[in-house]
T-cell receptor, first 115, second 111 residues
């Protein structure tokens, strides 16, 4: 199993450009999430999905869109990049067990710089 | 919404010294998870605590869940350079579909 994969590993954008961060998992997990990590801010939830066709907003959703057409893929779209979106982005997935929280498996991350 | 706070933000120790990080939640948690992130890496799951007052050990690491299920701690005995990284605690939302992470404690260990 490859686990959770993310592409690209690094990206530099200019202000106003759009792009899609890819995330895929091969563990048949129902739950998938996107986080951004900034120095001193920990991991902040952007969007999450509890299954194909179902997405919801997290703590910091503005400027990002997501969709979940398959169980495996959960892309994150930046509509019009801004310098404030310079960050490290992590995708994570977990299974669903009734009444508890499963382990989250993280991808290797995408380091994004917006100039 | 739920808030999870961690202290200290940063600690620098000499190899062989002990280290403790504390986690406090604004709400009662059904469980708490701990993750470790090495420099340049991604968070990796360490452990989950579920029961009130639970204590679990992994070699030199001891994890505790408070009696009120609102706080937790991670203690490392006799730190080694391999312990370097940021340690996060995280609590689930009411539907168990997402986690709220603390801001983490960055541990530096000097040989």
């Amino acid at each position: 199993n490859a686990g959770v994969t993310q592409t690209p590993k690094f990206q530099v954008l200019k202000t106003g450009q759009s792009m899609t961060l890819q995330c895929a998992q091969d563990m048949n997990h129902e739950y998938m999430s996107w986080y951004r990590q900034d120095p001193g801010m920990g991991l902040r939830l952007i969007h999450y999905s509890v299954g194909a066709g179902i997405t919801d907003q997290g703590e910091v959703p503005n400027g990002y869109n997501v969709s979940r057409s398959t169980t495996e893929d959960f892309p994150l779209r930046l509509l019009s990049a801004a310098p404030s979106q310079t960050s490290v982005y992590f995708c994570a997935s977990s299974g669903r067990t009734s009444g508890t929280t499963d382990t989250q498996y993280f991808g290797p991350g995408t380091r994004l710089t917006v100039l | 919404g739920q808030q999870v706070m961690q202290i200290p933000q940063y600690q620098h120790v000499q190899e062989g010294e002990d280290f403790t990080t504390y986690c406090n939640s604004s709400t009662t948690l059904s469980n708490i998870q701990w993750y470790k992130q090495r420099p340049g890496g991604h968070p990796v799951f360490l452990i989950q605590l579920v029961k009130s007052g639970e204590v679990k050990k992994q070699k030199r690491l001891t994890f505790q869940f408070g009696e009120a299920k609102k706080n937790s701690s991670l203690h490392i005995t006799a730190t080694q350079t391999t312990d370097v990284g940021t340690y996060f605690c995280a609590g689930p939302d009411s539907g168990y579909s997402t986690l709220t992470f603390g801001k983490g404690t960055m541990l530096l260990v000097s040989p």
